[in-house]
Every structure is written in structure tokens, then in C-alpha cells.
């Protein structure tokens, strides 16, 4: 999951790690992965408290998804959540931790490809959840997007 999390009307967005395996130098939403027997904004809240050191609430899906990549699948929710409290903290492994305005996100060079596509909807203010589907050549090159039909 990625998780948008909103204060001041900034979003706090994460500059990948160019050492990363995965999606290097890209930017996305902090997130993670759900643990065995653990809901999703459990896992939510736990992944951001220990990516950026932030308390989090008021937890909503935005969007969910799947993205192929080669012979890998990868389930996405994308998510919005209310700065709690807390501070940001440094974590130069993963990457820069940066609050940013929507309309600078989505001039971010090297924006996760698919984030193009679902962050008018994640930032918009209806309960609507929307599903995709995105197919990725290589790294952060996508080469079909297609929105799924309710």
C-alpha cells in the first residue's frame, strides 16, 4: 500500500532511493506491505509510523490496483490519511521524505508512471474507489494503463 498522507494541504511524497532494486529514483507515497494477519490500515498505520515517524488517522481508499512487471504482481491500494502528529523523520535508506502541494506532484520528474493516471481521483474529495490495472516494461517505463469498469 501508499499511503497520501495530507497536512496543511501538502502531501508527504517519497524520493526512492537510487540504490533501491525496485522503482529506484522514483517518486511515490510512503507505504509498505500488509503482515500476516493484519488489516489494511493496521498495516498502514504501522508502515508510515515506521517510514516517516508520523501518527496517522482518518484513513480512506482512494484507488486499488495491480501492476505487472515481467513475471512479478504487485497489489496496490493507494490510500489518504490525516497527519496525527509526529515529526518527519530522516530515512535515507528508503529516501527524501518531502511535503509537497498536489500540483507539484504531478510535476515530479520520475512520478511513478501509474500515479500519472489515479492522483486527480486520490486527491479529489469523493468517497468513489476506483480499481486499475498497469503493465510495466521495465522499471518505471508503463506500457498499458486501463481503468476497470465497475
Same mark, same amino acid.
Given at each position: 500500500?501508499?499511503?497520501?498522507?495530507?497536512?496543511?494541504?501538502?502531501?508527504?511524497?517519497?524520493?526512492?532511493?537510487?540504490?533501491?532494486?525496485?522503482?529506484?529514483? !522514483? *517518486?511515490?507515497? &510512503?507505504?509498505?506491505?500488509?503482515?500476516?494477519?493484519?488489516? @489494511?490500515? =493496521?498495516?498502514?498505520?504501522?508502515?508510515?509510523?515506521?517510514?516517516?515517524?508520523l501518527?496517522?488517522?482518518?484513513?480512506?481508499?482512494?484507488?486499488?490496483?495491480?501492476?505487472?512487471?515481467?513475471?512479478?504482481?504487485?497489489?496496490?491500494?493507494?490510500?489518504t490519511?490525516?497527519?496525527?502528529?509526529?515529526?518527519?523523520?530522516?530515512?535515507?535508506?528508503?529516501?527524501?521524505l !518531502? *511535503?509537497?502541494? &498536489?500540483?507539484?506532484?504531478?510535476?515530479?520528474?520520475?512520478? @511513478?508512471? =501509474?500515479?500519472?493516471?489515479?492522483?486527480?481521483?486520490?486527491?479529489?474529495?469523493?468517497?468513489?474507489?476506483?480499481?486499475?490495472?498497469?503493465?510495466?516494461?521495465?522499471?518505471?517505463?508503463?506500457?498499458?494503463?486501463?481503468?476497470?469498469?465497475?
Amino acid at each position: 500500500m501508499e499511503c497520501f498522507v495530507r497536512k496543511d494541504g501538502k502531501y508527504l511524497m517519497l524520493h526512492r532511493n537510487p540504490t533501491k532494486k525496485l522503482m529506484p529514483d !522514483v *517518486w511515490m507515497a &510512503p507505504g509498505g506491505h500488509i503482515e500476516r494477519n493484519e488489516g @489494511l490500515f =493496521e498495516a498502514t498505520r504501522r508502515e508510515i509510523f515506521e517510514e516517516t515517524g508520523l501518527k496517522i488517522k482518518n484513513l480512506k481508499i482512494k484507488v486499488t490496483g495491480n501492476a505487472y512487471l515481467k513475471d512479478m504482481e504487485m497489489f496496490f491500494f493507494f490510500i489518504t490519511a490525516d497527519y496525527a502528529s509526529g515529526k518527519v523523520k530522516d530515512n535515507p535508506e528508503d529516501g527524501e521524505l !518531502v *511535503w509537497l502541494e &498536489p500540483k507539484n506532484i504531478l510535476k515530479l520528474d520520475n512520478l @511513478l508512471a =501509474e500515479l500519472k493516471e489515479v492522483l486527480p481521483h486520490v486527491f479529489n474529495d469523493t468517497s468513489d474507489i476506483i480499481s486499475y490495472k498497469a503493465v510495466y516494461e521495465k522499471g518505471n517505463k508503463m506500457i498499458d494503463f486501463e481503468l476497470d469498469k465497475p
